[in-house]
């Protein structure tokens, strides 16, 4: 079992920043794959980006280039850099967590994670 608690969303202008975390429990973190998605609403939940177990990452083409994700093992907590921030960017933004074996290709699909967060709210005014 893994329990994942989101924070740092909010209401944000366009062209402004924030940052989320996920911090992560009840098993070894250095040994999870950490995902980020989105859901706006009416819309199917997204992928925006992930990193493997050794630091490797991938993002979502729409994100490229203005969001960073990355991890500290010692603290339990995977981030989410989120520059340059529009208003499409506007969703319920859920960490995920990937328990399976070790990929080739990182996960970037919903049904290859195990355990998700609560979700935390990111809205961009224009």
């Known amino acids: 079992q893994v329990q994942l608690v989101e924070s740092g969303g909010g209401l944000v202008q366009a062209g402004g920043s924030l940052r989320l975390s996920c911090a992560a429990s009840?098993?070894?973190?250095?040994?999870?794959?950490m995902g980020w998605f989105r859901q706006a609403p009416g819309k199917e939940r997204e992928f925006v980006a992930a990193?493997?177990?050794?630091?490797?990452?991938t993002y979502a083409d729409s994100v490229k280039g203005r969001f960073t994700i990355s991890r500290d093992n010692a603290k339990n907590t995977v981030y989410l850099q989120m520059n340059s921030l529009k208003p499409e960017d506007t969703a319920v933004y859920y960490c995920?967590?990937?328990?399976?074996?070790?990929?080739?290709?990182?996960?970037?699909?919903?049904?290859?994670?195990?355990?998700w967060g609560q979700g935390t709210q990111v809205t961009v005014s224009s």
């Open positions: 995920a967590a990937d328990l399976g074996p070790r990929r080739t290709v990182i996960a970037a699909t919903t049904y290859e994670y195990d355990y």
């Open positions: 009840g098993r070894t973190f250095s040994t999870i794959g």
């Open positions: 990193i493997s177990r050794s630091g490797r990452t």
